[in-house]
């Protein structure tokens, strides 16, 4: 509490000379100097051998700074504690979305009461009718095409966002989620399904391929700004346009589009490349003529008479 | 013909400027014989000093086409990057020259230690090696920020708020350093006025003298400096061999092998540019460069002033080091108490800097996974796979 305190008081003070973007630095200097001063009787030594990993409950706190983590993490009852670790395994956890972010509530406090407060909004099992609006605050765009769609207004909001990319171990969207068992063949055939699939791949996995490579090829130097720029409109283009519709004539049109401009990126690529190829022959031939023009030293020096 | 027309220019010019006389002592420096105990390790001084030469090559090249101005310093280092011809090569050549300059002038350091080479009557030539050791440092801190990008920006937010630290006066080292409160315009200028100005020139002049000292006193034999050392015909009887062409032979080896593996480094791992410097946007985990993280790690498990003040006496402890250790030995085997602390040393500094390198990142062992905090100490975050890798398309979810 006091350090918290101290803080306040501190950015308060620097806030009123004027210097306010200089409290990044600061209280990161503060936290530091927290930690030393509580560390500060551990000898080097030990700190350099020692390897003994912590409680979980120590070390949920340590990783991710939430107390709704640590706290749940160690509960006996498995419906609290598994979301803790499937949220570990989603990608939201290297986003920092963290529990409070859909369900509300206080994870700056240990007291069980003061961190389920409904007057911080707290919400512990979500309406599912109104899930697409939660998820919608961070992807608007998916939840505008989503609401209109078979699935949205139509469909009674059936399946909703949680049914296909679950709830807590939210993974990277990808094709096979478009035919989950027990999910979409209860009303789908599973060949519509692999349409579906086959027209995502077909849209979605140039663009991943793109971006690998543009990021590979980066740090040689050779530009790949537009390669980066023309993949990212591409894939603007399709959330945009085709992501969440669940109407295959409406993808299949904007997929088809995609198609004619892909050629031309690939071969932006494949010159990227190239030259990437190009720097490392005449890399090599340098290295050989280094290590020839070595081993000729050497043996004029074996060779001297005094060697 | 030939020979008699270089004769007649070489007389013409000899009688305007005694270029002789200069010959004479070029002559006489390079058929100095050496001691018999010279060994591959004794040339990582001159693979440091090809170094330097490369870096000021490089760097005037890059300082034509680079712009010190917080707006357009990423630019221009872009630009340099992406379309300059052989700007690429340039900046890689600089970026690692500078990495390959301090892992060899720490190489040198060390060796110059376990052969007792900085005692009696060396101890000049040690120190002005120290302030060498700390020129190039300067050098890589300074040099670090120019490029305005991400990781120079906040990794240099890190290295200066150390020293703010210091008793007294951290905080007007820290304006003096940063020339403000934040990292800014005019920090990047006058890091960049260091960079390009003031340290070559130092970095020359240090280095002028630290070679004419190790020409003048020649290099330390291994025995005692109780042993009477050896005039040069004494060192050519017992067996000394010519410094040209024998040591140089080996030392043009050395750095023949030492760019082919900065050339390797380069082709297939290029040190990129990242994300332009941001101010608002603090990167996780920021850290300083490999050669400053054992002293960045040692310092965070202290308190703040014992651990600069602890800096500080390590550093004169390696200044004052030919003045505090008089003993006559020189053969590392025939000082062990010295060896073994020098070892200690090492492997502290190793131990620390592997540290740092694993603190704030996360690393699965045994189906565990487990979370490093800023000491590098792990504490188990549960029994999961590593994170679901994202395939990138540049966004949040598509489908």
Redesign the interface.
């Known amino acids: 509490m006091s350090s918290q305190m101290h803080t306040g008081q501190s950015a308060g003070h620097r806030t009123r000379a004027g210097?306010w973007?200089?409290l990044?630095?600061r209280k990161?200097?503060l936290e530091?100097?927290a930690?030393?001063?509580r560390?500060?009787l551990?000898l080097?030594p030990l700190?350099?051998l020692?390897?003994t990993?912590?409680?979980?409950a120590?070390?949920?706190q340590?990783?991710a700074a939430n107390n709704c983590v640590s706290c749940h993490?160690d509960l006996d009852d498995e419906d609290m504690s598994l979301p803790?670790?499937e949220w570990?395994?989603?990608?939201h956890?290297?986003a920092d979305i963290y529990c409070q972010d859909c369900h509300g509530g206080n994870p700056s406090t240990m007291v069980e009461d003061e961190a389920h407060d409904v007057e911080m909004d707290f919400v512990g099992l979500p309406d599912p009718y109104d899930v697409h609006e939660l998820c919608g605050e961070?992807?608007q765009i998916?939840m505008n095409n989503y609401v209109p769609s078979p699935h949205g207004l139509e469909g009674d909001f059936w399946p909703n966002c949680m049914d296909c990319?679950s709830n807590h171990e939210v993974?990277?969207?990808?094709?096979s989620?478009?035919s989950i068992p027990d999910n979409c063949e209860d009303c789908h055939e599973q060949a519509i399904m692999d349409d579906y699939i086959a027209l995502?791949d077909r849209g979605?996995e140039p663009?991943?391929e793109f971006?690998?490579a543009a990021?590979e090829i980066?740090?040689?130097?050779?530009?790949v700004d537009l390669i980066?720029t023309q993949?990212?409109l591409a894939?603007?283009a399709?959330?945009e346009r085709?992501?969440?519709v669940f109407v295959l004539e409406k993808m299949v049109a904007v997929v088809d589009s995609l198609e004619q401009i892909y050629p031309s990126i690939r071969e932006k690529v494949e010159t990227a490349r190239t030259e990437v190829d190009t720097?490392?022959r005449f890399?090599?031939m340098?290295?050989g003529l280094?290590?020839v023009?070595?081993g000729i030293?050497?043996l004029?020096?074996r060779s001297?008479p005094?060697? | 013909m030939i020979r008699r027309l270089s004769n007649e220019v070489y007389n013409w010019l000899d009688d305007r400027t005694e270029i002789s006389v200069i010959i004479g002592f070029c002559h006489r420096q390079l058929t100095k014989p050496v001691p018999r105990h010279l060994n591959w390790l004794f040339s990582f001084g001159t693979v440091t000093l090809m170094f330097f030469l490369s870096q000021a090559v490089s760097g005037v090249f890059l300082m034509i086409y680079y712009e010190a101005s917080a707006d357009t310093a990423y630019e221009s280092v872009k630009y340099i990057m992406e379309q300059v011809r052989f700007g690429w090569l340039m900046r890689q050549v600089h970026t690692y020259g500078a990495n390959f300059m301090i892992a060899f002038l720490l190489l040198h350091s060390v060796r110059v230690f376990f052969y007792g080479g900085y005692k009696k009557p060396r101890e000049l030539t040690w120190l002005f090696g120290v302030g060498l050791l700390a020129v190039t440092l300067a050098f890589g801190f300074t040099g670090y920020l120019l490029p305005w990008d991400q990781l120079s920006y906040w990794g240099t937010t890190v290295g200066t708020e150390i020293a703010a630290a210091t008793p007294l006066i951290g905080e007007y080292l820290l304006i003096l350093m940063r020339g403000g409160e934040i990292i800014s315009d005019v920090t990047l200028t006058r890091f960049f006025v260091l960079h390009v100005v003031l340290l070559p020139w130092a970095f020359i002049a240090l280095v002028t003298v630290h070679l004419v000292l190790i020409r003048y006193k020649g290099i330390s034999p291994l025995e005692g400096t109780d042993v009477p050392e050896k005039s040069p015909e004494e060192l050519k009887q017992a067996g000394g061999k010519p410094f040209y062409p024998q040591h140089v032979m080996k030392e043009a080896i050395v750095v023949l092998l030492v760019l082919a593996s900065m050339i390797f480094m380069i082709i297939y791992y290029p040190l990129p540019l990242h994300e332009k410097a941001d101010p608002f946007n603090t990167p996780v985990g920021v850290k300083p460069e490999w050669y400053f993280l054992s002293s960045y790690q040692a310092l965070k498990y202290l308190p703040k002033t014992i651990g600069i003040i602890g800096s500080g006496l390590v550093v004169l402890a390696i200044c004052l080091l030919p003045f505090w250790d008089r003993t006559p030995a020189r053969h590392p085997s025939r000082r062990p108490i010295a060896t073994s602390l020098g070892i200690l040393f090492i492997v502290l500094n190793i131990a620390l800097a592997l540290l740092g390198k694993i603190s704030e990142t996360e690393m699965t062992f045994m189906g565990t996974r487990y979370h490093f905090d800023i000491y590098g100490w792990p504490h188990a975050i549960g029994t999961v796979e590593e994170p679901a890798a994202l395939p990138d398309t540049g966004g949040e979810g598509t489908e």
């Not at chain 1, 990993?53 to 979980?56: F, K, L």
């Not at chain 1, 980066?218 to 530009?223: A, D, E, I, L, Q």
């Open positions: 210097t973007h200089s990044i630095p990161a200097a530091r100097a930690y030393r001063a560390t500060a551990i080097l700190l350099v020692s390897w990993p912590v409680d979980s120590e070390a949920q340590t990783a993490a803790v670790f570990q395994r989603s990608v956890r290297p961070c992807h998916q990319h993974v990277f969207p990808q094709a989620m478009i995502t979605l663009i991943v971006r690998r990021e980066r740090s040689s130097g050779v530009p980066l993949a990212t894939r603007d399709y959330v085709a992501s969440h720097r490392r890399g090599w340098f290295i280094f290590l023009a070595a030293l050497w004029y020096r001297l005094d060697a």
